[in-house]
């Protein structure tokens, strides 16, 4: 496909109108967001032309950019607070860390592969340069920047690790990801800080890939 002709605004009209809107995506600031961050400048070349379709894009690895729709519904969860700080987990080429700067947090941005970090790099630096980038293990969060008043973890889990519930800010703090179970249905998950731990409550069915460095260990058996 010839990018130079490929209109890219108009695609991200069309994915707001036909993708975003009718599956209940009501905040105008993610609306507002999405019409405006060109999602194409987050994925290499040869996949820009994908950038509007509605489905996961792989970037390998078992790593993908969520569809539009589904990271659309999760920052919606989140239900932003202008200033709040965020913590995005698995941040692959940053465009879920960018739509959160864009509805007002302060972001920082967690991955693990340097492919992806480097991507992130470059779509983070002409989007929003505002969002802070970090490199670390993603089950351990960031602790430097913590408590977040929100953490958003992009892609899907088994289990939340321990980790985020320790910074998370206590009293109102969420957290919104992917949760599934072997063989089962994903459900978007929005998780709440409370003095016992996480209050995890699910929101809707939702299909995403598992972060493979946030799978389970295989367990040795004798």
């Known amino acids: 496909m010839d990018l130079a002709a490929f209109d890219f605004a ?10 975003v809107r009718p599956n209940k995506v009501t905040d105008p600031r993610i609306l507002g967001a999405m019409r405006a961050l060109p999602r194409e400048r987050f994925l290499p070349p040869a996949l820009a032309s994908l950038a509007y379709t509605d489905d996961d894009i792989a970037l390998g690895g078992g790593r993908v ?60 630096a002409e989007t929003a340069p505002g969002v802070e ?59 709440e800080a409370t003095p016992f731990g996480l209050r995890t409550r699910p929101m809707f069915d939702c299909a995403a890939p598992p972060i493979p460095s946030l799978l389970p260990k295989p367990a040795f058996v004798f």
């Open 133 to 191: 980038l970090a490199a670390g293990p993603l089950a351990a969060g960031w602790p430097a920047g913590a408590p977040y008043d929100v953490i958003l973890i992009e892609g899907a889990v088994r289990e939340i690790p321990p980790a985020y519930a320790t910074q998370l800010r206590a009293g109102g703090g969420r957290l919104a990801a992917v949760r599934q179970l072997a063989g089962a249905v994903g459900q978007a998950v929005l998780a």
């Open 65 to 124: 950019m969520l569809a539009p729709m589904v990271i659309a519904r999760l920052v919606q969860l989140l239900a932003l607070q202008q200033g709040e700080r965020a913590l995005v987990v698995a941040a692959g080429p940053g465009y879920g860390a960018a739509l959160l700067a864009a509805c007002g947090a302060r972001v920082t941005a967690l991955e693990d592969t340097p492919d992806l970090y480097a991507l992130a790099s470059r779509a983070l």
């Open 10 to 19: 108009d695609a991200r009209t069309r994915m707001v109108d036909s993708q």
